[in-house]
């Protein structure tokens, strides 16, 4: 079934479309000191030869600032500057070729300081994400609701969207992050009624690898289910390469964005007469390089193989030392059991 996705304005980020029709863009963010040029720049390679589409790094000092410029001339993909509370670290991002800020202009005090970055990202045409984080809401919304609401999240973005808009800038990129699931996903709900600016999506703080994938899947599954987001990153306690290879399956699950194969297995039961778990497993490992926008079934039994897999392009059924091979349901050869990946992968390559 189609996803209706929500309808935003269109922002450039770098040559990265955000929003409107583009397709829902992945992000993650380096954690490698920035000041370290070549080990920030080795891991934003190796993110983006994972899938990453759009890189943060975190600018904590104005050394930091300044590595942007010989990061960004040997990398590939756009970058984003994570700035708090130092408008001059900013000032020095932009100058120095970054793509995008993500900054909070409520947090920069005052005005004049808020009105010079403001200027200077609209001269470069850089955007700038508001990001609203539960844990570090403005104490006098917090008191307002009495605690953490989606409401008063939202009432923090759009304060921050307020002083953007009173200084004509209209770049914006909105994020509402929570590690709790339900108030980030209702948070985004509620803000995406009242804006059409592209919102960036992701559970924060989601943990290490076990529990931030369930967490993130559940989130962002949710809030992509409703048509909501323009934009993600997944947040894990680990490597970020592992950050991308989830985002892509997130929204190649959802059938958001096409990542070469999609591969459906069974669970195995008392049917199951060959290997499929390994077998499962190498095949998959195998079919991650093949770029091809089709469905591979890999079931355990010819008695419902076939049929419950009918959707799949191609598939192979399991039997007493051997597969069955299917297309689209059709029974097409039997294959001995030594031969079934090997056969299934050139059955592949000739679609
Ligand atoms: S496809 Fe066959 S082996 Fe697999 S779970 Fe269904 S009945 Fe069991």
Known sequence: MEIKRKKTRTVYCGNVKIGGDAPISIQSMTNTDTRNIDKTVEQINKLEEAGCEIVRVAVPDMQAAQAIKEIRQKIHIPMIADIHFDYRLALEAIKNGVDKLRLNPGNIGDANRVKKVVMLAKERGIPIRIGVNAGSIDQRIVRKYGEITPEAMVESALEHVEILQNLNFEDIIISLKASDIKLTVEAYRLISEKVDYPLHIGITEAGTIKSGTVKSCIGIGAMLLDGIGDTLRISLTGDPVDEV?????????????????????????????????????????????????????????????????????????GGKGSALLFKKGEIIRKVKEENIEAVLLEEIIKM
Request: charged fraction near 25%.
């Open 245 to 317: 290879k989830l985002a892509k399956e997130i929204l190649k699950s959802i059938g958001l964005r096409n990542f070469g194969i999609k591969m459906v297995s069974c669970p195995t039961c008392g049917r199951t007469q060959i290997d499929l778990i390994s077998l499962a497993n190498r095949i998959e490992s195998k079919l991650s390089k093949i770029d091809k926008p089709l469905t591979v079934a890999i079931m355990g039994c010819a008695v419902n193989g076939p049929g419950e897999a009918k959707d799949a392009d191609i598939g192979i059924a």
